[in-house]
């Protein structure tokens, strides 16, 4: 806390109970005098996402866009990631790989700027009469990201190419899968811990210079390697989950909900 941040600190001792994400931060409570009436639960959203995932229903058309070939779903991109998934999809040793782009906004202008990107790419929208066997599907429409990873063989998680950063990790990485992002990430904990379990591979950094194109050749040219890395991406989630367990039965056990 810093040193204007004096208010806060008081209030923080009038909580019954506080709930934090990891040791580190039960560790500054402790060090501001607030060790009484807090503990570790971990971070809710991974509970979360392993909802979506058991409840998840299938979206149509997917499976035969897919058609059996290995595929990239790309989520929450801005025009930064697209340009960088274009550029690397050029390699004809890739020209195998779908794509599927789930841009984080939706507008006339976007869709456009991606069919001049993706000159064969069909939208969702069109699919049952545009169809032609393309190889890029764009979605535009909203609140089917969550679903379209369980199809995916890699997972591409936009916003890691300008600031504030990347989206959601979680929602591609419960479904088993590698999930891939840029540099943008250091302030996202759950990505610093994917990239350090092996589920999640980073490009455009000083530390990480090896590009989008070669994380993508290595993964669909060893496939046992794409399978390792998208096994300990489900595994992370499935290890961090449990959150909302441990905060609903303090709730029960100190009858917090009752009359």
């Known amino acids: 806390f810093k040193w204007y ?16 994400q990891n040791e580190s931060s039960l560790q500054l409570l402790h060090r501001i005098g ?20 058991a409840q ?13 070939q290995p595929l990239l779903v ?24 779908k794509l599927i782009v789930a841009p984080h906004e939706i507008s006339t202008q976007h869709i456009a700027q991606l069919k001049e990107l993706f000159p064969d790419a069909v939208c969702y929208s069109n699919w049952k009469k545009d169809h032609t066997g393309s190889q ?10 969550s679903r379209l990873y369980r199809y995916a063989t ?20 419960v479904y088993s899968i590698p999930v891939l992002f840029g540099p943008e990430h250091k302030k996202h904990a759950e990505a610093l ?10 490009f455009g950094a000083a530390e990480h210079p090896t590009d989008l194109k070669t994380i993508l050749l290595t993964l669909l040219h060893h496939p046992a390697r794409c399978n390792d890395a998208g096994r300990k991406a489900g595994e ?20 917090l909900l009752t009359n």
Not at 5 to 18: N, P, T
């Open 5 to 20: 941040g004096a208010l806060s600190r008081k209030m923080l001792v009038r909580f019954q109970h506080l709930f934090v």
């Open 154 to 173: 890699v997972a591409y998680v936009g916003g890691g190419l300008h600031r504030p950063g990347i989206h959601n990790t979680l929602e591609a990485a």
């Open 136 to 145: 890029v599907l764009i979605m535009d429409n909203y609140g089917m990201l």
């Open 236 to 255: 992370f989630v499935q290890q961090y989950a449990g959150a909302t367990g441990k905060i609903v039965q303090y709730i029960h056990e100190n009858r």
């Open 74 to 97: 790309a989520g929450s991109t801005w025009p930064e990631d697209e340009k960088a998934i274009q550029a690397a999809l050029n390699d004809p040793q890739l020209r195998s790989l």
């Open 56 to 68: 998840a229903l299938p979206i149509e058309g997917i499976e035969a866009f897919k058609c059996g």
């Open 193 to 202: 811990a994917l990239l350090r379990a092996g589920g999640a591979f980073s």
């Open 34 to 53: 607030v060790s009484q009436n807090s503990s570790v639960a971990g971070d809710t959203r991974f509970d979360r996402v392993m909802t979506i995932a």
